[in-house]
Nanobody, 114 residues
Framework: QVQLVESGGGLVQSGGSLRLSCAAS????????MGWYRQAPGKARELVAR????????SYADSVKGRFRISRDDAKNTVHLPMDSLKPGDTAVYYC???????WGQGTQVAVSS
């Protein structure tokens, strides 16, 4: 059974930083790509960042390039999303995703105040 558990959300002022983490279980983590999505109130869920199974060539939404950086620790079955220079527009629920399984975590709230 695939399980994804996010942590690290919270309330931060504009310009601040947070680090999201996602602990994965139930599959061979190192063999699969992982992603982070977010959903703001009244908006569709959108892809924030994706990392391939090798950890190479991560991809980002244009809105977060240069501020967010996805990484993975295959020894700990964990994917991280450090987020810097946060803006009020980054406020959303952030979800961890294992695309090969269509699996989602429960989400973690990020709120950025101006």
């Amino acid at each position: 059974q695939v399980q994804l558990v996010e942590s690290g959300g919270g309330l931060v002022q504009s310009g601040g930083s947070l680090r999201l983490s996602c602990a994965a279980s139930g599959f061979t983590f190192r063999s699969y790509a992982m992603g982070w999505y977010r959903q703001a109130p009244g908006k569709a869920r959108e892809l924030v960042a994706r990392i391939e199974r090798s950890g190479s060539t991560p991809s980002y939404a244009d809105s977060v390039k240069g501020r967010f950086r996805i990484s993975r620790d295959d020894a700990k079955n964990t994917v991280h999303l450090p987020m810097d220079s946060l803006k009020p527009g980054d406020t959303a629920v952030y979800y961890c995703n294992a695309p090969a399984f269509g699996a989602w975590g429960q989400g973690t709230q990020v709120a950025v105040s101006s």
